[in-house]
């Protein structure tokens, strides 16, 4: 079954420095994706960043860049220059060639200090 | 384009008492649609998701259903609200085995059953 890890439930970062948010995941298909979501206090979950198990370089989006190991299986999400706007809970996501949903980790809350 | 609409934003009701969440899309035909719930500061769980009209899949047994009356409409239900029902509802639409294509979200129900 596939499943996504996210092993830090909470993350602090110095404002204007970079931060890795963590993910791994684990699937036995040959072809999917890989998302990452923030959610604001707000509530509402905003795309950031999509990564194709195909794709051979990293998916950069802004400020936003995912660095994907394929046979790590990991997907990690780096945000450079860190903002206080930043500060939310933040999604790994996984898609699927077939099937009808995504995999969801359970998220990762960052906070940005000044 | 593609737009969700989501309401009520935000919802105070009794125990026992009943439940609509109602979710439309725009832009987009045979959507598959989902519900999910989040707890205060916790990851997302699937509820429902449907692939047309009157087909319903649902993830999770309980006290909620989900209809949907129309192709680009999704309904979340109960008769009788629970203390546990309470929760953030996201209503989603994404595109069957496409994998670059990420989930969009509507803005979210805050339901606070008391």
């Known amino acids: 079954a596939q499943k996504i890890t996210q092993t830090q439930p909470g993350m602090f970062v110095q404002e204007k420095e970079a931060v890795t948010l963590d993910c791994t995941y684990d699937?036995?298909?040959?072809?999917?994706?890989l998302f990452w979501y923030k959610q604001p206090s707000s509530g509402e979950m905003i795309f950031l960043i999509y990564q194709g198990s195909y794709d051979e370089q990293n998916a950069t989006e802004g400020r936003y860049s995912l660095n994907f190991q394929k046979a790590r299986k990991s997907a990690n999400l780096v945000i450079s220059a860190s903002q206080l706007g930043d500060s939310a809970m933040y999604f790994c996501?996984?898609?699927?060639?077939?099937?009808?949903?995504?995999?969801f980790g359970p998220g990762t809350r960052l906070s940005v200090l000044p | 384009s593609q737009t969700i609409h989501q309401w009520p934003a935000t919802l105070v009701q009794p125990v026992g008492s009943p439940l609509s969440l109602e979710c439309t899309v725009e832009g987009t035909s045979n959507p598959n649609l989902y519900w999910y719930r989040q707890a205060a500061g916790r990851g997302l769980q699937l509820l429902f998701y449907?692939?047309?009209?009157?087909?319903i899949s649902s993830e999770v047994p309980q006290n909620l259903s989900a209809s949907r009356p129309q192709d680009r409409q999704f309904i979340l239900s109960s008769k009788k609200l629970l203390l546990s029902d309470s929760g953030f509802y996201l209503c989603?639409?994404?595109?069957?085995?496409?994998?670059?294509?990420?989930?969009?979200f509507g803005s979210g129900t805050r339901l606070t059953v008391v």
């Open positions: 699937t036995s298909d040959q072809s999917y994706g």
């Open positions: 449907s692939v047309g009209i009157g087909q």
């Open positions: 989603a639409w994404g595109v069957t085995g496409s994998l670059d294509y990420g989930y969009t």
């Open positions: 996501a996984m898609s699927r060639a077939y099937g009808q949903n995504f995999v």
